[in-house]
């Protein structure tokens, strides 16, 4: 963002953007929004947005659009092949990453389903990542591949002032490749600005390092650049040898170090798809088949036209400074605004949200009945806050049954793009406050309905005792008659 200073001497951040177009939120009574928690099996999934006042689930396809990216969507070409609505989005992105193959897919886990199908030629491949993502790793291990987290240790620990937490670390790296055989292991993917631990970014000298070590050995780089936008702005404001580098600059520089970039264009270019970038036609070539296969024909991939204009706009606003500082800037006061009220919650502030420690936000309860998941369904009936599990439960269970315990524990309050005003982020701020101060009221979660796959997405829970009741109860106690 620009850098406005407040006469009050106020460290507020400032949208530069205004609203034209508003959606209607309900905000349900306290004791409605139990019965809604309960209809949805206590998670967060299930709730319908029609009962959800603020939607902090993800940023996923939920960002603002700017009147470009609207106007745009009006001279899409609509033809199956060889639409000129895909040649403006290749352009933009050979700009972007000088790469010169573009791939569409319908959305970032198909980018990953066909690079897991197509690098892990047989089971027991090894794909080094510094964090996983769920579906990355689904589709990873689907096809019989193994994936190894070599973050820097400091990126899981909850709080500390390291500037980029996601940064590989690189002993632990060539570590890997000594000990399974550079010949054993399928790609290195590096994850820009971290998912599941709390949006933390990774430094242009990290991924410089990183690849530089796995081109040594001849392993194939690819990036998820789905979270690149918050990465570049913290590389920007964080990296001091970048910071007189355009954000273009830093992208490219970034992009020069990979094979392979994809992403979901949900999270970058404030849109709905994805797509998939290389470098070298013959790696492309060996992907390709899969594309008209699975999700449409090689211009437009299983995506509307539209959305594909949308996307090359967006992917152009990307690569401005004050569109890129808006989430973070935000999702700092937030972080700072709960920690004076002695919330704990992952630090330095990163990407996409406000992440909450649930450990340490509800020390009764143990792992094994889901604080973060029960963190979720207390914010929600606390204040009609929709923040998604990052934890234990997001986790899929071993073969034989055991539950792996997460790294993290974590409530992620997503703040999508240009989405919410700053007394809308405030109102999230009182909400989980209140709720910190209530925190002995909360208990755990139990199964009710497992499934095996991505049991987070749709699985059903109960839970352990009727704390909700006693929340709600206590919620009419303080607030009264107030939503
Ligand atoms: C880092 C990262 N990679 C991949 C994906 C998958 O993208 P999509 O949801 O478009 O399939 C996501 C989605 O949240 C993500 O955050």
């Given at each position: 963002m620009s850098k406005v200073t407040f006469f009050s001497g106020e460290q507020t951040p400032l949208e530069m953007h205004k609203v034209r177009i508003v959606q209607k939120l309900n905000l349900r009574p306290v004791r409605e929004r139990v019965s809604a928690m309960t209809e949805a099996g206590f998670n967060t999934f299930l709730l319908r947005n029609e009962d959800v006042f603020l939607d902090m689930l993800t940023d996923s396809g939920t960002n603002a659009m700017s009147d470009k990216q609207q106007a745009a969507m009006m001279v899409a070409d609509d033809s199956y092949a060889g639409s000129a609505t895909f040649y403006r989005l290749e352009a933009r992105l050979r700009e972007m990453f000088g790469m010169d193959v573009y791939f569409p897919v319908h959305q970032g886990r198909a980018a990953e389903s066909i690079l897991a199908q197509t690098l892990i030629t047989r089971p027991g491949m090894v794909v080094p990542m510094n964090y996983h993502f769920t579906t990355a790793k689904a589709h990873i291990t689907r096809v019989g591949g193994v994936v190894e987290e070599l973050v820097r240790p400091e990126g899981l620990e909850v709080t500390s002032d390291l500037p980029f937490k996601g940064d590989m670390d690189i002993d632990a790296l060539r570590a890997c490749i000594e000990k399974h055989g550079a010949e054993n292991i399928a790609f290195l993917r590096i994850e820009a600005g971290t998912n599941l631990i709390g949006g933390q970014p990774v430094s242009l000298k990290n991924f410089k390092e990183a690849c530089g070590l796995a081109?040594?050995?001849?392993?194939?780089?690819?990036?998820?650049a789905s979270l690149l936008q918050d990465n570049l702005?913290?590389?920007?404001?964080?990296?001091?040898?970048?910071?007189?580098?355009?954000?273009?600059?830093?992208?490219?520089?970034?992009?020069?170090?990979?094979?392979?970039?994809?992403?979901?264009?949900?999270?970058?270019?404030?849109?709905?798809?994805?797509?998939?970038?290389?470098?070298?036609?013959?790696?492309?070539?060996?992907?390709?088949?899969?594309?008209?296969?699975?999700?449409?024909?090689?211009?437009?991939?299983?995506?509307?036209?539209?959305?594909?204009?949308?996307?090359?706009?967006?992917?152009?606003?990307?690569?401005?400074?004050?569109?890129?500082?808006?989430?973070?800037?935000?999702?700092?006061?937030?972080?700072?605004?709960?920690?004076?009220n002695g919330v704990p919650v992952v630090?330095?502030?990163?990407?996409?949200?406000?992440?909450?420690?649930?450990?340490?936000?509800?020390?009764?309860?143990?792992?094994?009945?889901?604080?973060?998941?029960?963190?979720?369904?207390?914010?929600?009936?606390?204040?009609?806050?929709?923040?998604?599990?990052?934890?234990?439960?997001?986790?899929?269970?071993?073969?034989?049954?055991?539950?792996?315990?997460?790294?993290?524990?974590?409530?992620?309050?997503?703040?999508?793009?240009r989405v919410?005003?700053?007394?809308?982020?405030?109102?999230?701020?009182?909400?989980?406050?209140?709720?910190?101060?209530?925190?002995?009221?909360?208990?755990?979660?139990?199964?009710?309905?497992?499934?095996?796959?991505?049991r987070f997405f749709f699985g059903r829970l109960a839970p352990i005792g009727d704390w909700p009741d006693k929340l709600a109860e206590q919620f009419e106690k303080d607030f009264g008659d107030s939503l």
């Open positions: 081109h040594e050995y001849g392993i194939l780089t690819v990036m998820d702005y913290f590389i920007k404001m964080r990296e001091e040898a970048c910071k007189d580098m355009s954000i273009r600059e830093i992208t490219l520089e970034i992009a020069n170090q990979f094979d392979c970039i994809y992403f979901s264009s949900r999270k970058l270019g404030f849109a709905r798809g994805g797509g998939m970038c290389f470098r070298d036609g013959a790696l492309a070539e060996t992907m390709k088949a899969q594309v008209p296969l699975f999700e449409g024909f090689l211009t437009y991939g299983g995506m509307s036209v539209r959305e594909m204009e949308a996307m090359a706009v967006g992917l152009d606003e990307s690569m401005a400074f004050d569109v890129i500082s808006q989430a973070p800037q935000f999702i700092a006061y937030m972080c700072a605004e709960l920690q004076k630090t330095p502030p990163g990407g996409l949200g406000c992440h909450l420690n649930a450990r340490e936000f509800l020390p009764h309860l143990d792992d094994h009945v889901y604080p973060a998941g029960a963190l979720a369904a207390a914010a929600f009936i606390a204040g009609g806050v929709r923040g998604m599990e990052r934890g234990t439960l997001s986790e899929q269970r071993e073969p034989d049954g055991t539950e792996p315990i997460a790294q993290m524990e974590l409530l992620r309050l997503a703040l999508p793009r919410f005003t700053l007394s809308q982020v405030r109102y999230a701020i009182d909400r989980v406050t209140w709720l910190y101060q209530n925190r002995h009221l909360v208990g755990g979660l139990r199964w009710i309905e497992e499934p095996e796959v991505l």
